[in-house]
């Protein structure tokens, strides 16, 4: 059985919110953190002092998941500070509040290119750097609205439908080395969800059976599990990981 210690891990968009706090809790497990971005610098230095003000260790690499050429960059740079790269959360999202009529052709674009053909752009690197190591894991991160559609974001329902079709054919493809697995998040505190959660987080939480949104750390942990050797015959599935919301 592969050590898990020092192996490289990947987080796309660990600058803040559930990628932040997955980035915490892989090193925490013993993995050596990419902690990736591309606008908020800021954000991805302070994910990188958290991880090591708990013992982990971690690189900042800025790289816009929705570019081949510098998700390359990204992996390369990984693999000369860790050598093997052995686990990708794609993380990264894009979402905007707008029903058809107000959303843009270049929105609607942005929502597939950053969720889904990131994540695709980022597996598609690092796939032959698992093939080479032996083991791999990616997860990916979907949303409840992949299941449920939105009225408020069509391009998010839709990148994240498509996540769990990318889910189910890379789990079949990079077979048996690697597996690959999406979790799906109901709602949960992040700044993504600042502004929604201001203003109706009552509302939101009498809909979910737990009575309460996630915190993101309750995120990381299913990650978590995934990746760790107790999660390595689930392949091909998604956690739903929403407080119940679908038994109301
Ligand atoms: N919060 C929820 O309730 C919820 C529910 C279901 C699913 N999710 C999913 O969970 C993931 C994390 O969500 P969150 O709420 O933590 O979001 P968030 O707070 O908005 O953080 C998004 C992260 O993605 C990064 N990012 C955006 N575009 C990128 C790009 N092109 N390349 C690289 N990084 C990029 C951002 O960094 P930069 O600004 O530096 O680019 C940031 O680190 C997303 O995939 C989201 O769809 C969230």
């Known amino acids: 059985m592969i050590s898990l210690e020092n192996v490289g891990a990947i987080v796309t968009g660990s600058s803040r919110g559930i990628g932040k706090a997955t980035a915490l809790r892989l090193a925490q497990d013993g993995f050596k953190v990419t902690v990736n971005y591309s606008r908020d610098e800021e954000g991805a230095q302070e994910?990188?002092?958290?991880?090591?003000?708990?013992?982990?260790?971690?690189?900042?690499?800025?790289?816009?998941?929705?570019?081949?050429?510098?998700?390359?960059?990204?992996?390369?740079?990984?693999?000369?500070e860790f050598g093997d790269i052995g686990v990708l959360v794609n993380n990264a999202g894009f979402s905007k509040h707008a029903t058809i009529d107000k959303l843009s052709h270049d929105e609607w674009q942005k929502g597939l290119d950053v969720n889904l053909t990131g994540s695709f752009n980022c597996a598609k690197a690092v796939a032959?750097?698992?093939?080479?190591?032996?083991?791999?894991?990616?997860?990916n991160i979907?949303?409840?609205?992949?299941?449920?559609?939105?009225?408020?974001?069509?391009?998010?329902?839709?990148?994240?439908?498509?996540?769990?079709?990318?889910?189910?054919?890379?789990?079949?493809?990079?077979?048996?080395?690697?597996?690959?697995?999406?979790?799906?998040?109901?709602?949960?505190?992040?700044?993504?969800?600042k502004?929604?959660?201001?203003?109706?987080?009552?509302?939101?939480?009498?809909?979910?059976?737990?009575?309460?949104?996630?915190?993101?750390?309750?995120?990381a942990g299913v990650v978590s599990f995934l990746v760790s050797h107790d999660g390595s015959y689930v392949t091909g599935e998604t956690i739903n990981a929403n407080g119940g919301i679908y038994m109301r």
């Open 47 to 80: 994910t990188k002092k958290t991880v090591e003000d708990h013992g982990g260790s971690a690189i900042v690499v800025r790289a816009d998941v929705t570019k081949p050429d510098e998700v390359a960059e990204m992996v390369e740079r990984t693999a000369e």
């Open 128 to 139: 032959p750097k698992m093939k080479d190591l032996g083991w791999g894991r990616i997860v």
């Open 142 to 193: 979907s949303s409840l609205r992949a299941m449920t559609g939105s009225d408020h974001g069509s391009h998010y329902a839709s990148s994240k439908a498509g996540i769990l079709g990318l889910t189910k054919s890379l789990a079949l493809e990079l077979a048996p080395e690697v597996t690959v697995n999406a979790v799906s998040p109901g709602y949960t505190r992040t700044p993504m969800t």
């Open 195 to 219: 502004d929604s959660l201001e203003e109706k987080e009552e509302q939101i939480a009498a809909k979910i059976p737990l009575g309460r949104v996630a915190e993101s750390p309750e995120i």
